[in-house]
């Protein structure tokens, strides 16, 4: 019995030992450094990046064949990056101008928070006020917050218990995509900042829902399902960004490792971090990820090795996993911070991101916004860039 107990103990030390030496793997003088040499990168690239915004407009990508900016009005999903993404900025480098920008590009997306035609108010209004407001207290910040949330949840629809994504369309009746996970983060935060507890339960609503209908046994996900309105039954499972519907496109499956992760953050129920955990590692034991852990835009992509990839899916990836990290048993702890510093030493490296004075004055290269619709593949993109900072930042906070 005594040796039983000898040898249980000794096993203990054991494993506790290696866990030990691997978390020391890393460099922390080489990743400090690393990580202020981008945000400085940063700063200098989107002083040049801001000279190519047109009025009224928001950054999305550039063409390096043609060498021009390609902006969006403020309605489209992605408005919130720049702005998100100058506060990342502004918040590691003190850069004044930095946040004169930031400021600006608030202003220049403010009326999104009445707007009601999609779903993506999280994403436009959260990442740019949500981090405002967490730098500055700023109480204008969390009144447009908070009135975005109410827009958001103006799509609730109770036959299905989701919020609705798009609009009804020629092809879908009431599409609910994977994505929308992301938007939930806006609901939880408003309703624990003294809003009203609608959002979150609706939140909570709409994660349940997503997780019964949209995932797989191996726990990827199909990007939309539709739904009837009447009924609230399922109609299909598809997809619109991704190679087949039945295949794993890329950016979904970050999505919904951020989204089940940082439901488990505002719930702390074991149900999304069971989700959470089950997603990174259909991704980290994927046999189509690439070493450098920056996946190409689709698990199930034709041509591989010569598909393109998605730096964006890798930067959302490495985001969530270092946040998930944080929730983990030991030696998942272990598996995802490692995972999400081999993806941040890839996008920092030369392969994927820009040099001063390149790219549009964008940080990153060689993300894939939508294969199947032939648009925005193999460029910069705006939220790949914000995902990267934030991954950045996260690692310096929790790591360093
Ligand atoms: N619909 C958001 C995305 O393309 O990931």
């Known amino acids: 019995m005594k040796k039983l107990g000898l040898a249980i103990t000794l096993y203990f030390w054991l494993v506790n030992g290696i866990a030990f030496a691997q978390t020391q793997n890393a460099n922390p003088l080489s990743m400090k450094q ?40 403020i309605q489209w999903w992605c408005s919130g990056f720049y702005a998100g993404s100058l506060w990342y900025i502004f918040e590691q480098t003190n850069d004044l101008m930095i946040k004169q920008q930031a400021e600006n590009a608030l202003k220049v997306i403010a009326s999104n928070q009445t707007y009601t035609g999609n779903h993506d108010l999280g994403f436009m209004m959260y990442c740019s006020f949500g981090n405002a407001y967490r730098l500055t207290n700023n109480p204008e910040y969390k009144n447009i917050i908070n009135r975005s949330a109410e827009s958001l949840f103006s799509r609730y629809r109770p036959s299905i218990k989701a919020i609705q994504s798009w609009n009804k369309n020629k092809y879908w009746e009431c599409p609910v995509i994977v994505d929308n996970m992301m938007n939930l983060e806006m609901l939880n935060w408003v309703s624990d900042n003294g809003g009203d507890p609608k959002y979150k339960k609706t939140s909570i609503i709409h994660a349940n829902t997503t997780l019964a209908n949209h995932f797989r046994p191996d726990f990827s996900s199909y990007h939309v ?95 969530a996993l270092l946040e998930l990290a944080q929730y983990a048993q030991k030696a998942d702890k272990i598996t995802y911070k490692t995972a999400a510093e081999t993806i941040i030493n890839s996008l920092s490296s030369d392969k994927y991101r820009a040099k001063q004075g390149e790219n549009g004055g ?27 900072l934030e991954a950045l930042m996260r690692y310096k906070n929790w790591y360093l």
């Open 34 to 73: 690393l990580i202020n040499e981008q945000f400085q990168f940063a700063a200098a690239q989107y002083k040049l990046l801001d000279k190519n915004i047109p009025q009224g407009l928001t950054p999305q990508s550039f063409d390096a064949k043609t060498g021009k900016s390609m902006n969006k009005d």
């Open 225 to 319: 399902v539709d739904y009837d309105l009447n009924t609230g039954k399922v109609i299909k499972k598809a997809t619109w960004q991704g190679a087949a519907n039945s295949s794993a496109w890329a950016r979904g499956q970050a999505w919904a490792l951020y989204g089940y992760t940082m439901m488990y953050r505002f719930t702390k129920d074991a149900i999304y971090l069971k989700q959470a955990n089950g997603i990174a590692k259909f991704i980290l034991n994927h046999p189509n990820l690439p070493s450098d852990k920056i996946p190409y835009w689709d698990f199930d992509a034709p041509f591989m090795p010569e598909a393109k990839r998605d730096a964006s899916a890798g930067a959302i990836m490495a985001s």
């Open 362 to 388: 964008f940080l990153l290269m060689h993300s894939t916004g939508a294969y199947p619709l032939n648009s925005e593949i193999d460029v910069p993109l705006i939220y790949a860039d914000y995902y990267f």
